[in-house]
Every structure is written in C-alpha cells, then in structure tokens.
C-alpha cells in the first residue's frame, strides 16, 4: 500500500478514534475507581475516595454521549447496509445483550450518582464499584466477541463470489466457543480502557480546579494519582506493543509489502512513549493544575496512538 493513502484512512479513522477513547474511558474508569476504593480501605484516604468518585462521575458523562452516538450509528449502518441487518435478524440475542448490558451499566452509574434519601445506597462504594468493574468486562468481553463474529461476516460478504450478479456469502453467527480465546483482546482493551480514563479523568479535573471543594492540596493529589496511573497503562500498553511487533510477520498484508503496518505500529510506539512522557511530567510537577498544555498533549497522543491502531487493523481487515 502507498504510503500517501495512509493519510485519507487515518483521517477517516480519526474521528471514531475519538469517539472511542470516551467510551474506553467509560469502561475503564470502574477498574481504576474499585482498585483507589480498595487502597483507600487499606490506607484510610480520604483523598483516594474523592478521586474515585470523581472517577465514576466522569465515567457516567463519558458513558451517556457514547451510548447514543453508538445505538446512532448501528442504526445508520444496519439502514444503508441491508446484510447487517439479515446478520442481526439471524442472531439478534448477542446484539440485544449487549445494550441491555450497555443501559445497565449506564443505570448503575446514574444510580450511584444520585445518591438521594428515597433512592439510598446499595451497599459500600467498594462494592458498587466491584460490581461495576465486573460489569464492564463483561461488556468488553462481549463486544469483543461480536465485533470478532462480525468480521468474520464482513469479510465473507467481501470475499464472496458472484452469482448472476448477486454475491452470496455464508452466513457466520456469533460463536460462544471462541469467547475464551480473546484473553489477549480483552487485556489489550482494558489496558487501553486504563489509559483512555486515566487521560480523560487529568482533563475533567483539570476543568474542575476552579470547583474542587476539598482544595488545591486534594486537586493536586488527584491529579498527580491519575498521572501515575495512565503512566502505568502506558508501561503495560508497551508490552502489548511489542507482542504485536512479535506478531507482525505472521500478519496479513496489503499489496506492496508489510511498510504501512510497521510505520502504523511505530506511530503507535511513539504515542505510547508520548503518553508515558507527559504523565511523568505531571505525575512529578508540584503545581499540576498549571500543566494544562501537558495533559492537553497527553490526551492528544492517545487520540494520534489509537487512531494509527484502528487503521492498522483496517488495513488488516482487507488484507485477509
């Protein structure tokens, strides 16, 4: 593939790259606040438990807008493209599991944000947010799994043979079997989910130094807790990085050779590395409400790294 057609993809990539990170940050967000709840039960914090429930917040303002733009845009598709829709009528469980799962999840997030006498509470914050946790792998998993069996349809669909100017193509369901094969994929989406809400949860305190009713001492502290944790996803995103390096030889590859995918993969490397430079900065600056170009660059970097990942795996897409 020529280099200059890398440009109009990632373009094209670029917005629902966007979109992702706030979904990612969404799900990732309950991970992060269940493993501060349980440090805070540990050490007595009360500045751990101000940052996640700032963290659950965030993720319900990132959930809702994601949640719509997502039932929007599976619409538009299974309108303008009348074998998803076949594909759904055929199987139309998975898919139905999947956003109850994804409005439960956005329940329980609006339920522990309204916190009301008549509503009350359900039980300790560190179990509300175990629960939440469990609840977003499990919509990890299962998005993972559908998009995986959709693939597979599109790319049946793409491949298939004509037929008196009709292309048939074999109908591919979502198998439960192959669920326990996508560890790698759901450790690579939580390390993301990691990443997304540790980048998002600097810019949404950071928009909230002027409101922090605990004071400057607690914003700083909070900033600096979600420096060090998005520094540590980076740590774990490298790992994964270099398992795809490892991987990109037996990877399918476009016509012209396997350069568009390493130069990808290197602009994932880079912004990973960006992202872990940032964080440091913040993570060690004694004022970190005054790095706002930082923590703007940071999130840049993740919107740059995982835009180059979604274009690597759409170029993976058609050349298999």
């Not at 540790?198 to 928009?207: D, H, K, Q, R």
Request: proline fraction near 7%.
């Amino acid at each position: 593939m020529p280099l200059a057609d890398l440009l109009p993809i990632a373009g094209a990539l670029s917005a629902p790259a966007f979109l992702l990170i706030f979904a990612l940050a969404a799900l990732g967000a309950p991970f992060f606040a269940f493993l501060y709840l349980l440090t805070a039960a540990l050490r007595s914090s009360p500045h751990l438990e101000a940052y996640a429930s700032r963290l659950l917040r965030m993720a319900l303002t990132c959930a809702v807008p994601s949640l719509l733009i997502a039932f929007a845009s599976a619409g538009l598709a299974g309108y303008r493209t009348p074998w998803l829709m076949d594909w759904v009528r055929a199987a139309p469980l998975p898919p139905a599991l999947l956003g109850l799962a994804s409005l439960a999840f956005c329940a329980s997030l609006l339920t522990l944000r309204r916190r009301t006498p008549r509503h009350g509470r359900l039980g300790s914050p560190l179990g509300q947010a175990f629960i939440l946790a469990i609840l977003a792998g499990g919509l990890l998993w299962l998005g993972l799994a559908l998009s995986t069996a959709l693939q597979e349809q599109a790319r049946a669909v793409l491949h298939a043979p004509s037929e008196s100017g009709l292309g048939v193509a074999p109908l591919i369901l979502p198998d439960v079997t192959t669920m326990p094969g996508l560890g790698f994929a759901l450790a690579a989406a939580l390390v993301l989910g990691g990443l997304a809400a540790g980048a998002i949860s600097l810019e949404y305190l950071l928009l909230r130094r002027d409101r922090e009713p605990f004071g400057r001492d607690a914003l700083s502290y909070m900033l600096r807790m979600a420096a060090r944790g998005t520094l540590r996803c980076a740590l774990l995103a490298a790992a994964f990085i270099v398992a795809l390096w490892l991987r990109l030889p037996d990877m399918p590859t476009a016509p012209g050779g396997d350069i568009a995918p390493k130069l990808l993969l290197g602009v994932c490397t880079v912004a990973c590395a960006l992202v872990f430079l940032f964080s440091q900065l913040v993570a060690h600056s004694r004022r970190p409400w005054d790095r706002a170009l930082t923590i703007h660059a940071n999130m840049l970097a993740l919107w740059l790294g995982l835009t180059a990942l979604l274009s690597l795996g759409l170029i993976n897409f058609y050349a298999g």
